[in-house]
């Protein structure tokens, strides 16, 4: 599914650069180029960094 239509950046291209280390979505960008030209794909691109980040023992321990 296309997360970013104007960069034609797709849910698992984003997923692959959450997996090689992309933690932000200033990263995300420079991996995939998603949310540059209009914004509207960013809530959807928070989420997903949201839902697949992995667990940070040291937050769940805050």
Do not use: F, W
């Not at 997996?19 to 989420?47: E, F, N, P, S």
């Amino acid at each position: 599914m296309y997360i970013c239509v104007c960069k034609a950046v797709t849910d698992k291209q984003i997923k692959i650069a959450i997996d090689k280390g992309a933690r932000t979505r200033r990263q995300l960008y420079q991996c995939t180029g998603a949310g540059d030209v209009c914004g509207k794909c960013t809530r959807h691109i928070k989420q997903m960094l949201d839902e697949n980040l992995p667990s940070d023992p040291i937050m769940q321990a805050a």
